[in-house]
């Protein structure tokens, strides 16, 4: 069997859909090449080939002979356009392309100076200017043609050709000019778009401290070794995923986790690359590297989010490939019964096919970039466009909606003891017990600022409880199973039917204490759950392991509907069981034990997904930080992409469907047409720019 291998490929000069799939094409031919996916947000194709057969320098010849460049991989990266760069370059082109198109009216057609140049200037020397000017748009053309591809600067050529053919050099010379403007747009446009993305791989660290030889050296990321020392000192981007092993430092995470508010890390607290030590210094074994990081791994999955399309950027698509031919008919029917050659070219002219391409994966791009930003990892306009349509929201429980670690919430004193001195025995008895609940009553007690006693002939009874001595008096913690007499009380009822798991507590065979404790809910999932039902989920569903008893109370809490004592095989048929009924399904789990439901939703949300592999993989969608809000927030991220793509498509539609029927009936000269055809990419770009902006 061939060894096979998979490359990245820069690519640069692609300004829209219908590029990336000239590129895939041409290297698609080559022999030994198996697959390829070409990504128009990243300027990249990721090619998996034989390299017998096939290396670098043929893709390259492939990608050029197609139109198009591969950059040396040390050619200097472009920085990123800052928002306010953006609306200014924005606001200029738009006002320069009014001005020319009203410099073209007034002067060119009322005052009749095109009609001055054209009988003054000889043909041929404007033949020149035209063919001089627009020559490199000429070779793409013709290239185009001799691979039978129709590019939509084929069309625009046979405009100049129908102009020149009727000696209209001038009309000819200003399409041309035009034509070269129209590229400028389309690649401020796609560039543009691009900003969001291109600006979180800037925040990618490039070189890293490591301990060496008890000295210190700076080297690139990509040198370092796992297991090595990473020193980070005060202002520095920490280089690495890893263990802090010593010092403290305020680390700011917002890369990752798009969270404002710091976080202290000392001895044993796990860090990510790309995030920033604020105050104090670290030394940090290192566990992950360059793009294995979680860093890296997101970068990566939303430069390739593109590759997951959605149906709506599909359609676009196909539309954008049949769109030229139905306009070149559209000409030769003009041509037919108006016998103007003058139409015709206008029809050709004014025929934007880019602003169809455009008009989806440039709200997608912006949109998955801009959510990165801010811990919200979309995997592509795929499931922006699925969660904008979704009706139900399956949710796990613990972890999930719950903290994932069980609190005391009530403490009972029986038979004349305080508050104060049942916590005190409890937590002294629990001080080297391992189990949760026992965690929970120490941390309940160093919260109050109990002291504790050194337990004597501490014993653990797996699945039952703890004993030991306590100032010479024997002391018990447990369940029913250890501690019998608790079958008795009357306050148990009410607190199980809460939910609560409870403890209770002998000292010298009497039943001293209760003990109540439950997995806390998140403080803003109520508020969460209730803005995700204004915004048209209709129906939520907590599915959990747990037991009928706890699951109840908290569904009865929230006000949802509820499944107890489900295995993760279970959730995924719960998960196919609404899917069978037409329903878009969103499933949120902590990744872990949920993956195979996140997977098979049609939407898989995984909650505090910052370092965990499994959460990154199996979810759609990856909320970096444990946060409900962002819930609600990735809806609305959603909805608003899908009404600016909505808006893009209806305003191009309606564009090009007046623009040829004007063109057709001899209403918008060659000139105007050629002018007007660069407009649709601005409108695009300006209502796409709204998702680079947060709105809550």
């Known amino acids: 069997m061939a060894n096979t291998q998979t490359l990245e490929i820069p690519i640069s000069g692609m300004d829209c859909a219908e590029c990336t799939q000239h590129v895939q ?31 670098i320098p043929m893709i390259r010849s492939a990608v050029q002979g197609a139109g198009y460049n591969v950059p040396a991989s040390d050619a200097p990266k472009a920085d990123p356009v800052s928002m306010g760069d953006f609306n200014r370059k924005l606001t200029v082109m738009l006002v320069s392309v009014f001005a020319i198109i009203l410099s073209v009216v007034i002067f060119g057609e009322v005052l009749g100076l095109f009609d001055f140049l054209n009988e003054r200037v000889p043909f041929l020397f404007g033949l020149v200017l035209v063919i001089a000017g627009g020559y490199p748009v000429f070779m ?81 990321v990509s040198e370092v070794k796992v297991g090595e020392t990473i020193i980070v000192r005060p202002g520095e981007k920490i280089a690495v995923d890893g263990e802090v092993i010593s010092g403290q430092a305020t680390i700011d995470q917002s ?40 860093f890296g791994r997101v970068v990566k999955m939303v430069e390739e989010a593109e590759a997951h399309r959605a149906d709506v950027q599909r359609l676009a698509d196909k539309f954008s490939a049949w769109y030229l031919p139905v306009v070149a008919v559209i000409a030769m029917l003009t041509f037919i019964f108006t016998r103007n050659p003058l139409s015709t070219a206008a029809v050709l002219l004014v025929a934007c096919s880019c602003s169809f391409a455009l008009a989806t994966p440039v709200a997608m ?35 999930t909606l719950t903290l994932g670690q069980p609190q005391v919430t009530d403490v009972v004193p029986l038979n004349g003891l305080s508050r104060t001195e049942i916590l005190s025995l409890a937590a002294s008895v629990e001080r080297y017990s391992e189990h949760p609940l026992a965690e929970a009553v120490r941390t309940l007690a160093r919260n109050e600022n109990i002291a504790l006693v050194e337990p004597q002939n501490f014993e653990s009874v797996p699945g039952h409880g703890v004993r030991a001595v306590i100032d010479s008096r024997r002391v018990a913690v447990g369940n029913r199973r250890l501690i019998p007499s608790a079958e008795s009380l009357t306050i148990t009822s009410e607190l199980e039917a809460q939910g609560k798991t409870l403890l209770f507590m002998e000292r010298d065979n009497e039943l001293v204490g209760v003990f109540a404790a439950a997995d806390t809910l998140r403080s803003e999932v109520p508020a969460a759950l209730k803005e995700v039902r204004s915004l048209g989920i209709r129906h939520i569903e907590l599915l959990t392991g747990d037991n009928e008893r706890t699951a109840s109370a908290l569904a009865e809490k929230l006000g949802v509907s509820y499944r107890a004592n489900l295995l993760p095989e279970n959730k995924i048929d719960i998960v196919k069981e609404y899917q069978a009924k037409g329903h878009v399904v969103v499933m949120v789990g902590d990744g872990v034990n949920d993956a195979p439901a996140l997977a098979q939703a049609d939407v898989g949300i995984a909650m505090g997904a910052a370092g965990t592999d499994v959460a990154i993989e199996a979810a759609h969608i990856a909320l970096m930080r444990e946060d409900w809000n962002l819930v609600p927030d990735v809806l609305k991220i959603a909805q608003r992409t899908m009404r600016v793509v909505k808006t893009n498509l209806l305003f191009t539609t309606a564009y090009n469907i007046i623009g040829l029927t004007l063109a057709a009936f001899g209403f918008l000269p060659p000139v105007l047409a050629a002018a007007a055809q660069s407009l649709p990419d601005i409108g695009i770009m300006g209502n796409s720019a709204r998702l680079l902006k947060h709105k809550s």
Not at 379 to 392: I, T
Request: hydrophobic share 45%; no cysteine; net charge positive.
């Open 255 to 294: 890369a990752i986790t798009g969270e404002s508010m710091p976080i202290e890390a000392a001895n044993g607290t796990h860090v990510y690359a790309a995030t920033i030590a604020k105050l104090g210094s670290l030394r940090i074994r290192a566990e992950r590297i360059g793009s294995d990081t979680t």
């Open 140 to 220: 793409n053309v013709i290239r185009a043609t001799l691979k039978r591809q129709i590019i939509s600067h084929t069309l625009m050529t046979l405009g100049v050709i129908a102009a020149l053919v009727v000696g209209q050099w001038v009309t000819a010379a200003l399409v041309v000019v035009f034509m070269r403007i129209g590229d400028y747009v389309e690649n401020f446009t796609t560039e543009s778009a691009r900003r969001a993305v291109k600006e979180l791989t800037a925040l990618t660290p490039q070189t890293a401290r490591v301990e060496r030889d008890a000295k210190e050296a700076e080297i690139p």
């Open 25 to 55: 094409h041409a290297i698609e031919k080559l022999p030994g090449v198996q697959s390829v996916n070409v990504f128009l947000g990243t300027e990249k194709a990721v090619v998996k080939l034989d390299p017998a057969q096939v290396d």
């Open 365 to 399: 791009l912006a949109s998955v970039g801009a959510s990165a930003k801010r811990g919200l990892l979309i995997k592509g306009g795929k499931y922006l466009e699925l969660l904008a349509r979704a009706d139900v929201l399956l949710v796990d429980k613990t972890g």
